[in-house]
């Protein structure tokens, strides 16, 4: 067994030894799932024929005796165990979710059981502190010395204000400029927590933000496309999409091509070539760029003037551009070298 393992499993069996009576360590091993799946306060009443309330009570007292006995030096394995934890939570920012700490601690992808066993052993410990799971936060531990749970709480919170306020996704850089921690990293560890918040790419933003958390083919395009900033072949934003970090990205090059012509915020400017709306392409004919470009202008454009301002917005051939200005139902030319639009 690996020596981590075996501190925090000893850690464990000495906390259970504090539990007296049989029924309060059944209690306490199925509410946190040390061996096996967490149980809710209702299922562990219905098999000990009590009532949830009492359930809750009885777990409780449980880890009151258990933090008082901790305090009290009653449980010395528990002192490994902690030294274990609070280093690795130094090494992530002092605050970690129990998830991220369990996989740093046990050295791979951790079991229900080993997260869970965590946990426990955190939430009596007088050095660490912990944040319970709910629709706001991820479970979480975080080092005592550094703030208690409120106080990680109000971190979090403060992180997920800064960035709705901002409206808009920011880099580690751009928060730490707004907050005053020791180092980015801290925040970076504080942000975790939060189920509110996503990261990708170094970006943070809200959960429900498509640049940070896309969770269909066509954020996954948006998401590409702006990071890359700059026009791309759909075949090659399939590729990008297969190479990156997305949960879900196993998607077929028709898949991409069907949802780049149904969105509106992708814009086809070439052969099969795609640019974002919001970087000033519009959708239409090259003869519809044309006519744009003549109307905004107040005077006459030469040739080269038209081709140059349409090959901004349009990945397409000179001699394309130069056919569709021939149209005279909708171009006049008005000198040698002069076009305008057909009264």
């Known amino acids: 067994?690996?020596?981590?393992?075996?501190?925090?499993?000893?850690?464990?069996?000495?906390?259970?030894?504090i539990i007296e009576q049989d029924r309060e360590k059944e209690i306490i091993s199925r509410r946190f799932g040390l061996t096996g799946t967490k149980e809710t306060l209702e299922q562990i009443g219905e098999m000990l024929s009590i009532t949830r309330e009492r359930v809750r009570q009885l777990e409780k007292a449980i880890l009151i005796r258990l933090q008082i006995s901790a305090e009290d030096g009653?449980?010395?394995?528990?002192?490994?165990?902690?030294?274990?934890?609070?280093?690795?939570?130094?090494?992530?920012?002092?605050?970690?979710?129990?998830?991220?700490?369990?996989?740093?601690?046990?050295?791979?992808?951790?079991?229900?059981?080993?997260?869970?066993g965590i946990y426990f052993i955190a939430t009596f410990s007088k050095n660490l502190a912990v944040v319970e799971e709910n629709d706001k936060y991820n479970a979480a531990?975080?080092?005592?010395?550094?703030?208690?749970?409120?106080?990680?709480?109000?971190?979090?919170?403060?992180?997920?204000?800064?960035?709705?306020d901002n409206k808009t996704p920011m880099t580690l850089d751009e928060l730490d400029s707004k907050l005053n921690y020791e180092h980015p990293d801290h925040i970076k560890a504080v942000a975790s927590i939060s189920k509110l918040l996503a990261t990708l790419n170094g970006l943070f933003g809200l959960a429900k933000w498509p640049a940070v958390n896309p969770k269909n083919i066509r954020d996954k395009i948006f998401v590409i496309l702006e990071t890359k900033k700059e026009p791309m072949h759909f075949s090659d934003i399939a590729k990008e999409i297969k190479e990156s970090n997305f949960k879900r990205k196993n998607v077929t090059v028709q898949a991409i091509h069907n949802e780049l012509i149904k969105d509106a915020r992708f814009i086809l400017i070439g052969r099969?070539?795609?640019a974002l709306s919001t970087w000033g392409y519009k959708k239409g004919t090259i003869s519809d760029i044309i006519k744009s470009i003549l109307e905004k202008s107040d005077e006459p454009l030469t040739r080269e003037e038209v081709v140059k301002q349409v090959l901004k917005v349009r990945k397409v051939k000179e001699t394309t551009i130069l056919l569709n200005l021939q149209n005279k139902k909708l171009f006049?030319?008005?000198?040698k070298n002069l076009y305008t639009l057909a009264q």
């Open 332 to 335: 006049k030319k008005v000198d």
């Open 74 to 116: 009653q449980i010395p394995e528990l002192a490994a165990a902690e030294k274990i934890l609070v280093r690795n939570l130094t090494e992530m920012g002092r605050v970690a979710k129990i998830s991220d700490l369990a996989d740093k601690v046990y050295g791979k992808t951790a079991t229900g059981p080993e997260k869970t």
């Open 272 to 274: 099969g070539i795609y």
């Open 141 to 164: 531990v975080g080092i005592k010395e550094y703030g208690d749970t409120k106080a990680i709480r109000e971190r979090v919170d403060e992180i997920v204000k800064i960035i709705k």
């Open 1 to 17: 067994m690996d020596k981590n393992a075996e501190i925090l499993k000893n850690a464990i069996l000495g906390s259970l030894k």
